[in-house]
């Protein structure tokens, strides 16, 4: 344990001496020379910049702690020396006079060549040395960008640095993790002591002499204090190697295979992480082996990445409990940590847990290698311990052994797998897909046409469904009027309800069986569970992993099906299911035996199905290879990835439904080259580019009027109509004081700084955390119960550090607070609460406010709550407007300022803040994206805006009054315009993929359908007059189609160029450090 006090005589280029103290020692060494610019220590927490700071200096004189005077010292404000050239000559020579690599120390920064021991620490993880610079063009010093790249956390001073070679670590518990590592003063005293951020709670520190409320973090804007390590000053920055960002990646990849590596090593480097970029993805295809060509590369980049970020995600020393399952097999229990939050388990996860050899040799046993088992995840219960069910029989194993144990994810490319399989379909089986479909898919031009067999309903509602309002009732019928149809469902609006209705009315088509699909296995259940309610035999097919996880429709699984088949046709099923539980396995005989009649079972309750309910990818399972389906209904698309998407409709699908919205977040991406390609851009998407109009469902039933205002405005032209009125949605019988009882909303500004968490790759708020736990308690004192409430934060960080605060609190009951979720932004998506609760956590000077500016995110934050929602934050900072990026939280923050809703103070003495903000944007919910080839898009709108029925018709985004052409999405008031080919600009709310087009422009002449297209026709068998000719398109469509089409990226990418992927449930942390 150190404790680290400081004495500063002169700190402008002076000396000053330091005292390093123990438990055990009376007097530290003493280091002089100091030439290190301090920050002004003024210990209330803030800085002086009034010249002096006076205070008294103490160190522990013995090993109790008592504290001894010493002599007064000063504390100057921090002053950063400026260097001065005589002319622009000597500037130029310190330029060219950059480090030689040769010829520097060890100690030396192996980003950038910097060697000052007073500026140079150590990761104590790997060895090496780097400075506490932050060179042009890096989103921070070269210490913090590699510990967050090598995932490293402990770091040590230079021996000759003014404070030696300390490591860095808290002085209560010894903590040395540097993101959670701070300074405190003492109490009318000005020793500095080290402690981390969670001991500032702990009951021990409460009687000590330590100021814990001015507790302040040793990183800060990305850097380490410049107190604790000096900044390299302006004429040593100037000598050192300019690196960028890019080659940090590609150094710190190198890096895992040759830890000796340099930047001249990079040269005409490959390898994992350091190949070229991929291939973007198109608009259009020429075929389906050059769509094959773009997307495989991409699915496989994912795979990898996925596999190597799972695999890494090993917990060693783990503590776990032991019982048998009703099943009669093995479930043990414990905790795993994500503290680097890559890989976020779900249930269905695969587990390896082992127990070293050692441990499982005390137990008697004779194994060399340690003892090891398989099993599924069944459960995350609410305190986030895991439920393991072990694979097979476990007649032997360490069930008196609960420590010491090692859990590893097991990697499965099953996904991937499918995806690949689904792109190898589509180019070299004929029938895997309708030839109207293939051509669109590919982005070709062709003639509508709508279903010949069509028969439209009297009475659209399904039987035991609610009752459809106008735009519901439109859209089932362009549903079933057309081969391909695009729904928009913004949120609250019964995009399920009208889901399940389609497919009723499909199932009434006499086509056969219906696939119904979605990317999670939440929303198929939610789409099962309507469907049932219609009277349709359904069938849920789960993967063979999930069969033990719990769902609220585990009646409808085929599993359970095949379980409880009481006919006599199945007896020796039955007979053979009740021995297994009963023994727990079968000899080889009745196991063959038990497996053929299962199979046999299983194909029965699939052919006697009205619709199979599944997950994209299990859409791929081999118990449904040998089936067609001609009908696909593809539930939140906009959630899944095309390859994706691809896996249901390649089985044979002649009309295609797709649901979603693409103003709500997309498909997680781990790997950022993949994304940044354009893998997460969805299928929903790409076909809205290619000119598809998705209808869109315009009344929304969730959110108290007030509420939906702003959504409606920003996100969906005005058009969405309230399904509810002000008195359906006033809470009566609570207390609690929103400073406009007719308007539950407000935003709670705050000042409280940011800070790094624990991963080192995610950010947390303390500030902002303890007024969510103030709301919180206040709201279950007024009454609303904890499942009431819902509190959403975009960061993990910020998450995991609202739940330690909870658990911390006295208020109420544990449990209480232990009920209320506390979950990421993204992985709300599709849900809802009576009360929101949202913390922005952003709070800083230069930083900006990361993907918090992503308008999909700020969409479905605000569109969760249904009687109330607050949202904390600092209003001054997301109050800022980008030039580069324009902010919608400008405008909202304009918004609940003209109602006298940006409010600060205690919650029971409200008052307005007086923030002056910028003048509102007005911004449509689409616009042209930014980058390289922006302006291209923008001179094609200047020459073509005013162009009647053209894709850059101004009147194309005016939604509530639409012009010849009409809103983006239309409704049952509107007639829907004629097919026009056109390729749709880039949205606003459009991930960021990179559209390239490979057709030269002889491809798209007038020839067009005797060239390339002509040839995969004749491929796919297909007669153009039975399904639909090819259009030759206007003019300005072909000279459009060779634009790029590019836009920002918006994925949950940290600053540091890391992956994050905060959770959707499936595996994403929004952080963006």
Known sequence: MGELSQEVDDLLYGGGNFNFLDEFSTQGSQLENLSQNMTDLNFDGT???????????????????????????????????????????????????????????????????????????????DGKWFCNSRLPGLPGSCMMLHLVRAKQKEVQLHADSPLGDIVLECYNCGQRNVFLLGFIAAKNDSVVVLLCRVCLSSSSLKDSNWDVGQWQPLIEDRSFLPWL??????????????????????????????????????????????????????????????????????????????????????????????????????????????????????????????????????LG?????????????????????????????????????????????????????????????????????????YHRLLGHDVDSQGMRAATLPRHFTAPNLPQLNHS??????????????????????????????????????????????????????????????????????????????????????????????????????????????????????????????????????????????????????????????????????????EPECLIPVMMGAKQIVLVGDHCQLGPVIMCKKAAKAGLHQSLFERLIFLGIRPVRLEVQYRMHPCLSEFPSQSFYDGSLQNGVTLNERLYAGIDFPWPRPDMPMYFYNSTGGEEISASGTSYLNRTEASNIEKLVTYFLKAGVKPYQVGVITPYEGQRAYICSVFQRQTAFSHKAYEEIEVASVDSFQGREKDFILLSCVRSNQNQGIGFLNDPRRLNVALTRAKYGLIVCGNAKVLGKQFRSQPSLWVNLLCHYKKYELVVEGALSNLRQCHITFSKPMRLPSKYFARGPIAQEVRDEFDSEKRQPGGQFDMDYYRGPNPGPVGPASYGPGMVAPPSAPMQAPAKYFGSPSMYSQSLSPSQRSSDRSQGSLERTNKRKGKNLRKQGNLSQGSAFSQNCSQNLMSQESYTAFDDFGLTSQESQSQTQNTQDL
């Not at 007064?72 to 050239?85: G, H, I, N, P, Y």
């Not at 088949?565 to 053979?576: A, G, I, N, S």
């Open 365 to 437: 046993s004779a194994e060399d290698a340690g003892w090891s088992a398989v099993g599924h995840v069944s459960k995350i219960t609410a305190n986030e311990e895991v439920a393991l069910e072990l694979r097979g029989p476990q007649q032997v194993g360490p069930w008196d052994i609960n420590h010491g144990f090692t859990v590893e994810f097991v990697w499965k490319s099953t996904s991937f797998d499918r995806m690949q399989a689904a792109m190898r379909t589509f180019a070299v089986d004929d029938t895997s897909v309708s030839g109207f479909l």
């Open 47 to 125: 800085q002086n910049t009034q010249g002096t700071h006076t205070s008294k200096s103490s160190h522990y004189d013995d090993a109790r702690g008592s504290l001894s005077q010493e002599p007064v010292v000063s504390l100057l404000d921090q002053s950063t020396a400026e260097l001065k050239f005589d002319d622009l000559d000597d500037m130029a020579e310190e330029f060219e006079n950059t480090f030689d690599p040769k010829n520097l120390p060890e100690w030396a920064c192996r980003y950038c060549g910097i060697h000052d021991p007073a500026s140079v620490m150590k990761c104590r993880g």
């Open 229 to 362: 390590v000096k900044v390299p000053d302006a004429k040593e920055q100037m000598r050192s190697w300019h690196i960028t960002a890019a080659q940090v990646n590609k150094l710190e990849e190198l890096w895992k295979s040759n830890p000796d590596a340099t930047l001249e090593d990079l040269e005409g480097k490959t390898g994992p992480g350091l190949e070229d970029d991929p291939q973007p993805v198109m608009l259009r295809y020429e075929d389906a082996y050059q769509y094959q060509h773009v997307f495989a590369p991409l699915v496989k980049m994912e795979a990898d990445y996925d596999k190597k970020v799972k695999e890494s995600q090993t917990q060693e020393n783990v503590v776990v409990r032991w019982d048998i399952g009703l099943n009669k097999k093995r479930v043990t229990y414990f905790h795993f940590t994500k503290e680097d939050n890559e890989a976020r388990l779900v249930p269905g996860d695969e587990l390896r847990l082992r127990l070293n050899s050692s441990a499982y040799a005390s």
């Open 472 to 641: 519901q009732v439109y859209a089932v019928r362009k549903a079933l009027q057309n081969p391909l149809c695009l729904i928009q469902g913004p949120p609250g609006t019964g995009k399920t309800v009208t889901s399940a209705t389609i497919v009723y009315h499909l199932t009434r088509q006499n086509q056969g069986q219906v696939l119904v699909c979605a990317p999670s296995n939440i929303a198929v259940d939610q789409l099962a569970e309507k469907l049932h309610k219609t009277g349709l035999k359904v069938v849920r097919l789960s993967a063979k992993s999930r069969e033990a996880v719990a769902s609220s429709v585990d009646f409808l699984t085929l599993h359970h099906q095949v379980r409880h088949l009481d006919t006599p046709d199945h007896q020796e099923l039955q007979k053979l299911l009740a021995l297994q539980e009963e023994l727990g396995e079968l000899s080889h005989g009745d196991e063959k035996k038990f497996k053929q009649l299962q199979s046999s079972t299983e194909r029965e309750l699939l052919q006697a199905a009205d619709v199979i309910c599944t997950t994209c990818v299990g859409a791929g399972d081999p118990r449904l290879s040998h089936f067609r389906f001609k009908q696909v209904l593809c539930d939140e698309s906009t959630q899944s990835t």
